[in-house]
Nanobody, 119 residues
C-alpha cells in the first residue's frame, strides 16, 4: 500500500517561498512510469494541477505556474518537494501530492495540507 504524506508550514507570508515535501512509503518514487504530482485546491475552486516529477527525474509544470514553481526529489529519502516562489494570498489552498500513471490515472493521494498566505 503506497502512502503519501505532505509536510510543510501552514502559514507563509506574501512574497515568500512556499516549500512542501511529500514523503512516500510503500513504494519507490523511481518505480517505472509513475509521475509524482503536486495538485492544489483553492477555497471554492477546482483542483489545479501544478506540476510533476517523472520517475526518471524529468519535471513538468503547469504553464500558468511554471515561472514560480520548482519540483525536485531526494531519492535517498523517497521524497519529492514543491517550491512556489513569490506567493500571494491567491496561493492559499489545500496542497496535495499524488501518484499518477498515464494508463491508470491518479491512484494514491496524500491527505492534503492547508497552506495560507497571509501577513
Amino acid at each position: 500500500q503506497v502512502q503519501l504524506q505532505e509536510s510543510g508550514p501552514g502559514l507563509v507570508k506574501p512574497s515568500q517561498t512556499l516549500s512542501l515535501t511529500c514523503t512516500v512509503s510503500g513504494g519507490s518514487i523511481t518505480t517505472n512510469y509513475y509521475y509524482w504530482s503536486w495538485i492544489r485546491q483553492p477555497p471554492g475552486k477546482h483542483l489545479e494541477w501544478m506540476g510533476a516529477i517523472f520517475y526518471t527525474g524529468s519535471t513538468y509544470y503547469s504553464p500558468s505556474l511554471k515561472s514560480r514553481t520548482s519540483i525536485s526529489r531526494d531519492t535517498s529519502k523517497n521524497q519529492f518537494t514543491l517550491q512556489l516562489t513569490s506567493v500571494t494570498p491567491e496561493d492559499t489552498a489545500v496542497y496535495y501530492c499524488a501518484r499518477d500513471h498515464e494508463l491508470v490515472g491518479y491512484d494514491y493521494w496524500g491527505q492534503g495540507t492547508q497552506v495560507t498566505v497571509s501577513s
